[in-house]
């Protein structure tokens, strides 16, 4: 085994840092091994780590091991950079292409067709000092197992390169169709892209644009500044233009934007752009710009070079000579980007360049903060700061990018973007692919480049400058200034002010600091060290409670702190104070969140007779905070409760457990499931004499089966249940159960036409809620009674109703309420004005649904949009949603079916489809039926009129007309039976 690379000093050598790694085997080696003399094989071993030595630090890597035939280097450490995974797969591409013309002398060897296969990853490692046997450096981490797996996976002279690595530079190179891969070890299929070549991209900016979808927002302020100073310029003036801003923030996106504008049409525009420091050259952005423009400095005696001045005068003097002969023609820009990189002879040229400069020539400089040296020397330099994207900005940005984005994701990215448009579009695309929502850690969504930005910048600090931005990253994404004097040891603000001009920290409100962008936090805190991590921790949760605000101010920070700190019992207890908290208040996914968290901690130990009633005390605490909000992420938690019940034997525990899955699947939208779980949860308690549970699961029952449209059968269990309770009183602890079991019972008999039923048992809910104002319940009550509003056809009332419900429902963060007043709000203006955004804004609305995983009463929307997309004549979407809304029927969910039914039975007779229209108007009348819907019968009747009248069956026509009008004034519809509505 050899290693290879420089050496590092120990104290820096033992870190978690971002790397990319690059694995390469010799293709067929074994057969090689075999069939050639040993003497002979070790040649072909050893010109091939000649060529792993040249190629691998000619990248800026570091060859970490050879091994017989393999070997294995890393980029981005010592030295972080934000091109690693770029370098790694040039080098990947260049050692390919060596192997391919190797030549040998031996015969043997000659007629050898060598090939390589390669994987290229990149991600969080541990890096330490290695040794004889484990090479210079060694990695601990999945990244080099996935990167070797990679390569395993690799076809003969191919590279693979995880696709979540390469994002954001998959311009640089030629790369085939993604491929998603089974690799062992690694659960499910892992992306990757094979690259075959390098694409010519002038630079960063270029290659970020090729895959970009966001087009050009805001920056009024700052176009109007550049226009003033052109307008300079045009009057025969030089000016010299720094645009200050950070990584991403939309410094090169600006100058293309005014570069593009119509006035500058006929402009002459020289540009160029600088390399990171590592990979750059002496006068590295006038290469680029001559490679940009290769007749630039064509003279007499023909084109010259860079190279071919034997100092920066005589070039300068060559480019001014040059920029002076265009500049008489018409203005001239010259544009330098990222010249926070630019290279000392680049920067003397330029400070040698301006003064000389006295046509009209407008020189940009684009960089990411200003350096005082450089300015000093250019001081008529005019100065345009670019901050981020404002609010406003952001919501148009995303609104381009995930048109279909529901607010409480469009709000997470908003805070971890910063208002950053680059981190905005990449946590978009992200998003797009897999929901925020439901990952471990947002960071997992940025690219590598991002990574290693902010590795890069925390490795400048000195460090008390890096101990404070430590303490903020663990602390969270803001933190109060006393608490990082005390944890940080320091005095005053002084040392925050370099951590500013990093674009690291900010001042808030309230005496604050926090990240500017949620992502830079999040970065931050993976590269912090386990047992640091911990340090810090359990010092912040000390500092907490020395405080004195503790218990009041800081228990979900306490619970947070001691989990990181590895203090399970204090951990567990601050858990569960913070989430009784929340679901008093009520917050229910903090409680939510809480709640798992304490289960968790509790079943990380061996889970002791006292540790299984506490957590099966939090679990029923855990269903109470879930039963309007719920979420899949429960599912996994309650089956190990059910694993834990079942090894005591506990049918108690087993009959809660049971009851609370059956409380998720409802709330999910699986009534089916949920009724299966809750009569298992009913046996189970009659056996063990639960009846307490007996009680709940009779009131859920009904609930549940009034759900999947069973409405015979759930009026009984319904009208059971109240009779049985109907003592409680309204400031009671049940009565919140009592008003959902009305509200439940009011639906039912508003589906069915029977409005003024409904109105009775709503009116008594809302007296069991009246002591309970704006609680969860009450909102679900009110939802229901704007989607009774909209079956009686009082659009107004459905709005109005809808309103409070959104409203109410983005202040306790409850997602799916907050979905179904915007689709009740959308459908009800659509019935109201026929306008097709409204329609378009219900499937917004209803992506958000499923995105979220809540499916209960979805087939409502899919019949409600089969019915909008039926009368728009689109009649794809119209079989889209019909199909839709069967399949969620399968699943218990046919509260739609005959909405979605009897537009499918018009689309049919418009366009002809197989099935003929009466086909799906005999579905819409068989749900009618199962429901014992008047109302759904009424419709079905009217669209039966309708059917047979254009097919010149006026006696069927005339039936279910009159029939049609009977049964609309029974409801008390203005509806004359042929779909004319009357005043």
Sequence with gaps: MESGGTSVPSEVSRQRRYVAVFYADLSDSSAYAANLEAEIYAELLAELRRLCREIIPRHGGTLLQVHGDGQLSMFGFPNAGEEDVRLAVNAA????????????????????????????HAGLVFVQEGDVYGGSYQLSGEVTNLCQRLSAAAAEDEILVCAESLRGSEAYFDCGPIRRLELRGFAGRV??????????????????????????????????????????????????????????????????????????????????????????????????????????????????????????????????KRMETLARQAPLVLFLDDWQWADEASKRLIAELVPRIELPIMILLARRDLDEQESSMLAEAEIIPLDGLSDVEVDEAIQMLLPSVDPFVRGKICGLAGGNPLYLEEL??????????????????????????????????????????????VFGSSAPLWLLQKVAEFEGVEALAGLMVLDLLFPGQQEEWHFKHGLTREIVYDLIGLREKRRLHRTIAQALIDSGEGESKYLEALAYHFAGAGMRNEAVHFAELAGNRALAAPALALARSQFRLAIELLDSAEVSTGNYRHIMSLARRLNIAAILDPSDEELPLLHRMMTLAEERHDLKG?????????????????????????????????????????????????QATASSCDHVAAIALLQKVLRKHGSVKPASSESLAMAYTLGCLGMVLGDQGDFAGADEQFTLAKRYLSQWHNNPTSINVEAKIAGVALWREDWGTAIETAERVRTLSERFTNFYLFGMGSVVIAYARWRQSGDARHVDALIETTAWLENSGQGQFLSLNYGWLAEGCAALGREQDVRKY??????????????????????AARTSAAEGWTHPPGHYLARAEKSALQRSSLREAALNDECGAELAAAVGDSAEAAVRAERAAAAFQRLGLSRTGNGVHTS
Excluded at 95 to 115: G, Y
Excluded at 661 to 687: D, F, I, N
Excluded at 882 to 902: L, M, P, S
């Design 882 to 903: 019909v199909a839709r809304a069967f399949r969620r029927a399968r699943q218990g969910d046919g509260f739609g079916i005959a909405i979605a039914a009897r537009a």
């Design 428 to 473: 978009c695309q992200a998003s797009s692919v897999d929901r925020l929502d439901h990952a471990p850690s947002p960071v997992e969504h940025a690219p590598q480049w991002l990574y290693s930005l902010v590795q890069s910048r925390c490795l400048q600090l000195d460090p008390m400058a890096r101990q404070i931005v430590e303490v903020a990253a």
């Design 654 to 702: 087993q009959a809660n457990v049971n009851y609370w899955l059956g409380t998720v699947k409802y709330g999910l939208g699986l009534p089916r499931e949920a009724l299966r779980y809750y009569y298992r949860a009913r046996t189970l308690a009659q056996e063990c004499g639960h009846t307490r549970l007996v009680d709940e699961t009779d009131r859920t029952l009904g």
């Design 191 to 320: 992306p990757a892209y094979p690259v075959s070549g390098a694409n010519p991209v002038a630079n960063r900016y270029q290659a970020r644009r090729k895959r970009s979808r966001l087009s050009f927002v805001g920056r009024d302020t700052e176009l109007a500044l550049l226009e003033q100073r052109w307008a300079a310029v045009r009057s025969g003036v030089s000016v010299t233009v720094y645009l200050v801003g950070s990584p991403g923030v939309g410094k090169s996106r600006l100058v293309e934007h005014f570069l593009h504008q119509p006035a500058m049409a006929e402009v002459m525009v020289l540009s160029g752009y600088c390399e990171a420091e590592h990979i750059a050259r002496p006068l590295g952005a006038f290469h680029n710009l001559l490679s940009n423009h290769p007749d630039l400095l064509t003279g007499d005696q023909g084109a010259e070079t860079v190279e071919g001045f034997d100092d920066q005068a005589a070039l300068s003097g060559m480019l001014l």
């Design 93 to 120: 591409l260049d050692l390919h292409a060596a192997v391919r013309s190797l030549q040998f002398d031996t015969p043997e060897l000659s007629r050898l067709r060598l090939r390589l296969h390669s994987g290229v």
